[in-house]
């Protein structure tokens, strides 16, 4: 409920926002006419627009007859109590040539464009060299500014100089806009579907919850999981330790943390076994956490005194050193058991097949896809993608955890829903069919 | 408390990152900045526990001279000097600076002729570069020259800088490049490209025999399942070589539909079910639910 709300609260503040109607200046009838569009924010269908976080301002234009040669696009910060009036033409060179006047540059000498470069980025005077374009950009020129601050942008016609970001001269008048500033909104507007997503999966966890509270949620049997516990009991008997690999990436991949979540399992099991567990780390933080993970496994079987600190080792974070020392480990110890749950690269069949020539049970999981066919040759067990993240729900058969894992199926299918949806309508786009012509994929889900 | 305060904290923090995700506002995404920055402090600090842990592990063993106790000698000798090799030592001994320019009085027979010259004090394995020449006696054109001095391995200092020489003008560059410590420095450089990168190349190429092995055991046809697998590989294999075209032209295109279709699908199946699993996680670990690893079951 209280999800709900907040969803309907957000999308409230982000209807509230002004909208995004380009505003847009023109000039005198016998002049070129401009077309400015300026774009603080994005729509909720399309993908023209800028990410409306104050710190952006997207800028783009057209003029009403073809024009030779480049725009350079300057702006400058407005002085507080600064009036300027809407936009308006003006020169930026003193005589036709290629010397920005000291007028128009506000402070500091007069810069010769014809032999400074002025890439973007570059400060002359009070200005700062936005971009460059051949011709008009009716696609937006993203700039990004300061928060809070007023700029006003001139679009300057120009022909370029033999040298990078030089130009020889600036026929005819530039352009100035009317003062912009940044725009903040509440709510990103295109990300509503991942919103939406997100609130479904809300929705499915409680009505799954709920669900798990009166009757037990039927999850199918997995064979690796189950053999985790089997095969603890095989090191017992043959008395050889247990080798946890946590992957070969950093803590906060998500592959990382559905490994360190189970390790917390099979620390119980091994404490409730009394086998020695090693578990091999790619990267320090990732051994602290292991450390503190196991010996919470150790304490929740009610044996706390038997974790041993020094057997969550940090190896090294270069992937084929941590193979060397993994197989070291691996030959010199001979665990009767090998779990090889997280990311894994190159190494993964290095570390899986010496394993299998060590004659260790091996069980692997993993999400990265090019790995999964060496794990499912050279190991016994394998968990395909999603089993890895579900594996933690299998063991505990917490009904909470489990309700998360059906509204995750429940996700699935409205995806797979999604892609038939929208495999239909980019068929009919590319038949022709209106309207589908007149979006894609992106323009919903960026 | 000791177990709550933790998950509230990970809910906090957590659930301020996923609506991060959705504020655009630059006052919200600062905050996630510093968060982030946060965490990558905390990483660092890590790796000191990280060489704690290595001394940990490694000295008890050679110390009880268990098996193979010379290896953890020498993986305890190799850090060691890598850290020391890796420290900025020049901030402790003073940085000279690698060269110097400077101009003498002018030549008039110089001036005559419209021309500068530039002299080159430097030991024979610098390298000193006068626009494009490279000689220790350089007569140039009058006007602006970029003077570069370096050595040629890697891991030295170098010199930059820029003249404006009149015409008479003598210049003279002195320049002797130091050896840089630390990251960059050269005695890492050296043993990071000429011991650690070969042995990395090693590993790697004993790659090539774990997959002849592991495809020797995955590709016999015990069951279909198996028979299938086989079939695909055989059918892929063949069109890779130049034999499968050899034997008959719709080989690739049959391995392309093999890869296109059939594989790629399943690819798909699996890279979508592992994202809305990985979803899930995360919601399991910030909405508390999972809380094994704080000491829940």
Redesign the interface.
Same mark, same amino acid.
């Given at each position: 409920m209280k999800a709900f709300v907040i969803v309907m609260l957000?999308a409230g503040v982000a209807a509230a926002q002004e909208r995004i109607q380009p505003e847009i200046i023109e000039n005198k009838p016998d002049q070129t006419q401009w077309r400015i569009e300026v774009f603080y924010d994005q729509g909720w269908i399309g993908a023209k627009g800028v990410?409306?976080?104050?710190?952006h301002i997207g800028l783009g234009w057209t003029r009403d007859r073809v024009v030779d040669g480049s725009v350079l696009v300057l702006r400058r910060k407005l002085v507080p109590g600064e009036v300027t009036d809407k936009g308006h033409p003006l020169r930026i060179v003193d005589q036709n040539g290629s010397r920005l006047s000291e007028k128009f540059l506000g402070r500091g000498p007069t810069i010769d464009a014809a032999t400074t470069p002025l890439a973007p980025g570059t400060v002359v005077g009070d200005w700062t060299v936005v971009a460059s374009s051949d011709g008009d950009h009716p696609e937006l020129i993203t700039d990004e500014v300061e928060?809070n601050t007023s700029y006003i942008y001139v679009l300057a016609p120009a022909l370029r100089g033999t040298p990078p970001d030089t130009y020889v001269a600036f026929p005819g008048d530039a352009i100035q806009t009317w003062p912009l500033r940044a725009h903040?909104?509440? +709510?990103?507007r295109r990300?509503w579907m991942? #919103?939406a997503l997100?609130g479904l999966?809300a929705a499915a #966890?409680g009505g799954y919850t709920w669900l798990a509270k009166r009757k037990t949620l039927f999850v199918r049997r997995l064979a690796g999981v189950d053999a985790i516990e089997n095969a603890v009991g095989r090191s017992t008997e043959m008395g050889r330790p247990v080798l946890y690999v946590t992957g070969v990436e950093? $803590?906060?991949d998500?592959?990382t943390?559905?490994s360190?979540?189970i390790l917390?399992?099979v620390a119980k099991i091994t404490a409730e076994y009394d086998t020695d567990l090693r578990v091999a780390n790619a990267?320090?933080?990732t051994?602290?956490?292991a450390e503190?993970?196991v010996r919470?496994?150790y304490?929740?079987a009610g044996r706390a005194d038997a974790h041993r600190?020094?057997n969550?080792? +940090?190896i090294t974070s270069?992937q084929?050193?941590f193979?060397?020392g993994v197989n070291?480990m691996i030959l010199?110890e001979r665990p009767a058991t090998n779990i090889f749950f997280g990311r894994f690269y190159?190494e993964s069949?290095?570390l899986?097949? $010496?394993g299998f020539l060590a004659g260790a049970i091996q069980i692997a999981g993993t999400?990265e896809?090019t790995q999964?066919? +060496?794990f499912?040759?050279?190991c016994d067990f394998t968990l395909?993608?999603?089993?890895?993240?579900?594996c933690?729900?299998y063991l $505990?058969r917490?009904p909470?955890?489990l309700a998360?894992?059906k509204?995750?199926d429940v996700?699935?299918v409205v995806?797979?829903l999604l892609?038939v949806g929208f495999t239909v309508c980019a068929t009919l786009a590319s038949q022709g069919w209106y309207p589908f012509t007149r979006f894609s994929i992106e323009d919903v889900m960026p | 408390m000791k177990n709550t305060a933790p998950v509230l904290l990970g809910m906090v923090v957590g659930c301020y990152m996923?609506v991060e995700?959705?504020?655009?506002? *630059?006052?919200v995404?600062d905050v996630s900045a510093h968060v982030l920055q946060w965490?990558g402090l905390?990483?660092a600090a890590? *790796?000191?526990?990280?060489?704690i842990?290595?001394v940990?592990?490694t000295w008890?063993k050679i110390r009880r001279r268990e098996?193979?106790w010379g *290896?953890k000698v020498v993986l305890l000798a190799s850090a060691a000097i890598m850290m020391l090799v890796g420290l900025p030592w020049r901030a402790l001994i003073g940085v000279r600076a690698p060269g110097y320019a400077w101009k003498l009085a002018p030549s008039p027979e110089l001036a005559r002729r419209h021309e500068a010259r530039v002299l080159v004090e430097a030991p024979d394995d610098v390298i000193v570069a006068i626009g494009t020449a490279t000689a220790r006696d350089n007569v140039v054109a009058p006007g602006e020259v970029a003077i570069k001095a370096s050595r040629r391995p890697i891991g030295y200092d170098a010199f930059e800088t820029k003249l404006v020489l009149a015409p008479g003008d003598v210049a003279i560059v002195a320049a002797d490049p130091q050896m840089q410590w630390g990251a960059s420095g050269r005695v890492r450089t050296w043993i990071y490209d000429y011991v650690?990168a070969p042995?990395?190349a090693t590993?790697?190429a004993?790659?090539a025999f774990?997959?002849a092995?592991?495809?020797f055991?995955?590709f016999r046809a015990r069951n279909i399942e198996a028979a299938l697998l086989l079939g695909s590989a055989i059918i892929v294999l063949l069109a890779q070589a130049p034999i499968g075209r050899w034997l008959t032209t719709s080989l690739p295109h049959l391995s392309d539909w093999i890869l296109d279709i059939l594989s790629n699908g399943s690819?798909r199946a699996?890279?979508?079910?592992?994202a809305?699993?990985?979803?899930?996680?995360?919601?399991?670990?910030i909405l508390g639910?999972?809380r094994?690893?704080?000491?829940g079951?």
């Open positions: 957000l990410e409306p976080d104050g710190r928060p903040t909104a509440w +709510f990103n990300r991942h #919103l997100i999966i #966890l950093e $803590t906060q998500i592959q943390i559905a360190l979540l917390g399992h990267y320090p933080l051994m602290v956490i503190e993970v919470q496994g304490a929740n600190p020094e969550i080792m +940090f270069e084929f050193a193979a060397a070291g010199r190159g069949l290095m899986a097949e $010496t999400a896809l999964l066919p +060496f499912v040759s050279a395909l993608g999603e089993e890895l993240f579900a933690s729900a $505990t917490e909470n955890q998360l894992l509204a995750g996700l699935k995806i797979a892609v | 996923v995700y959705f504020i655009p506002h *630059y006052a995404r965490g905390v990483a890590a *790796y000191v526990m990280g060489g842990n290595l940990q592990v008890p098996q193979d *290896y650690f042995c990395n590993m790697f004993l790659l774990f997959v092995s592991a495809a055991r995955a690819r699996i890279i979508m079910g592992a809305v699993g990985a979803i899930a996680t995360g919601l399991r670990v639910i999972e094994s690893h704080l000491g079951d």
